[in-house]
């Protein structure tokens, strides 16, 4: 496989000319330009945000106080989202010693494209008006676009280090463009319930993300391998983004749940998984090495993967004690992957994933995605109710005579359509990525923000006593000379 790669990379050509001042401006200016003309022509504000349709639904179903509108019980739910999607995913990335910048920097450039290209494409599926062609977007729609940002920021993960800015902007066009259709096929075709996203979002990105990285394959990297690490400084940088997903993770999977019930029990069950991750993550990160010491990257990462996993169990009646040992599982198997399951795909599969996006969102979604089949499956009317069942699982409609057997299986059905399209799109995305025109960096000058950022002059190549007067010099100019006159004598 990995051979296949390389014999790609050299039809392709090399890729190391880092300059993007003119396909980067170009790439941003037009595509916004695209974005104001299609906003235009197709995107409105649905009955709840235009003013004069919120006057007349609140007639029409007899509301007096605003208070009713769908803004202030989503709200809420969508900060957290946004906050996870730009600070918590940014930070998370900032962990290589000399790519702080490009991590939270492309982080946010391809999160602000994204957020637009989805509401264009997750409305042409799912919102578009037949009569009038338009699409109507409310607060629920702006936590859709980001749910659909987070599959190409996930992807971003494998990449990180590796790719120039305009690759991630087309990795972006095309992650959003396969996610709305992926979406559509498990939401509405088979009639999936994934309301935090371990299939549609988390499975998906993460083989997409993978599939990628196999195809962009550097035979070369080690060249690059001195940069590809952390320092303590940017371990608790990306601490504090993995501590913001932590805290915020019960929010991503309940943003878009039913209110009441099911939403109060998606918090419940992700909270519990979440803090039985952690503690299973730091039993095996200490286990694994000799002496007993733990490793930050397992603490930042594997201890993420209970949230993943309950994306779509968590509004079910899964139980309390069935959350808790999702999240000890979890919390085992993504920490014993970036113990070895990671180095093997690198050596056997050349496999090279820098953020190990294998282990915290491809493997936890898709474990997720089989746990929410079998919990599905499991459920009857004794535990959920015929009212609960109805509108957990949307059995209304065409669906109103589908067995949970049935739905069951459609789950199952809907992880593997996701592992499909990431796996597919991100092979052929990656082989457009390997055309020598997109300005990535050469393979000994990965890891490293001068390739695209213009850097502060870096205080570690500056003599100890330069560096103290350098610091000093705009508060005590006086004090500064005699110490330097010191020095030299």
């Known amino acids: 496989m990995g051979n296949c790669c390389e014999r790609a990379g050299n039809f392709f050509g090399p890729q190391n000319n880092t300059y993007i001042r003119v396909s980067l401006p170009a790439v941003c200016f037009v595509w916004q330009i695209a974005m104001v003309i299609l906003f235009g022509v197709f995107i409105r504000y649905d009955e709840e945000s235009d003013e004069k349709g919120w006057h007349e639904f609140k007639k029409s179903h007899n509301i007096t106080s605003n208070i ?134 988390h499975t998906f990105g993460g083989y997409y993300g993978l599939a990628i990285s ?36 019960p929010s991503f999977n309940s943003a878009i749940t039913n209110h009441g019930a099911g939403q109060h029990r998606t918090v419940i069950n992700t909270y519990l998984s979440l803090a039985a991750c952690v503690l299973t993550t730091f039993a095996i990160s200490s286990m694994g090495q000799k002496k007993g010491k733990l490793d930050m990257v397992h603490i930042q990462n594997a201890s993420l993967a209970a949230g993943v996993a309950m994306g779509t169990s968590a509004e079910f009646m899964i139980t309390p004690y069935g959350s808790i040992i999702v999240g000890f599982c979890c919390g085992i198997i993504s920490t014993f992957g970036y113990l070895y399951v990671t180095p093997f795909l690198e050596k056997r599969l050349k496999l090279q994933d820098t953020c190990g996006i294998h282990n915290l969102h491809a493997v936890p979604g898709m474990l997720g995605g089989f746990v929410g089949a079998v919990v599905a499956a499991a459920a009857t009317e004794e535990v959920y109710g015929k009212e609960g069942l109805v509108e957990t699982f949307g059995l209304s409609g065409k669906f109103e005579n589908r067995s949970m057997s049935t739905q069951g299986a459609y789950q199952a059905a809907g992880t593997c359509v996701a592992i499909a399209f990431g796996l597919v799109g991100g092979v052929c995305v990656g082989f457009i990525l390997r055309f020598p025109l997109w300005g990535d960096p050469a393979d000994d000058f990965c890891f490293d923000d001068e390739a695209y950022w213009e850097l502060p002059e870096d205080e570690e190549t500056i003599p100890p006593v330069l560096e103290y007067n350098n610091h000093m010099i705009n508060k005590h100019q006086d004090t500064h000379e005699s110490q330097f006159s010191l020095e030299e004598s």
């Not at 394959?217 to 590809?228: A, E, F, G, Q, W």
């Open 214 to 249: 196999w195809v962009l394959y550097r035979p070369n990297l080690n060249l690059s391998k001195r940069l590809n690490g952390s320092v303590y400084h940017s371990d608790l940088f990306a601490m504090i983004g993995s501590l913001f997903l932590w805290m915020f993770w």
């Open 68 to 201: 009713e509108n769908d803004f202030y019980f989503r709200y809420p739910s969508f900060q957290d989202v946004h906050v996870m999607i730009f600070v918590g995913f940014g930070f998370l990335m900032t962990f290589l010693k000399r790519y702080s910048f490009g991590g939270v920097g492309f982080n946010f450039l391809i999160a602000a494209f994204g957020l637009q290209w989805a509401l264009l494409m997750q409305g042409w599926f799912h919102s578009l008006d037949p009569v009038t062609g338009k699409i109507t977007i409310g607060i629920e729609s702006l936590i859709n676009a980001d749910f659909c940002c987070a599959g190409s920021l996930i992807a971003y993960g494998a990449l990180l280090g590796k790719v120039s800015p305009v690759q991630l902007m087309i990795v972006t066009l095309f992650g959003v463009t396969l996610f709305a259709v992926e979406e559509y096929i498990i939401l509405d075709l088979l009639h999936c319930r994934d309301a935090g996203g371990s299939m549609v979002i």
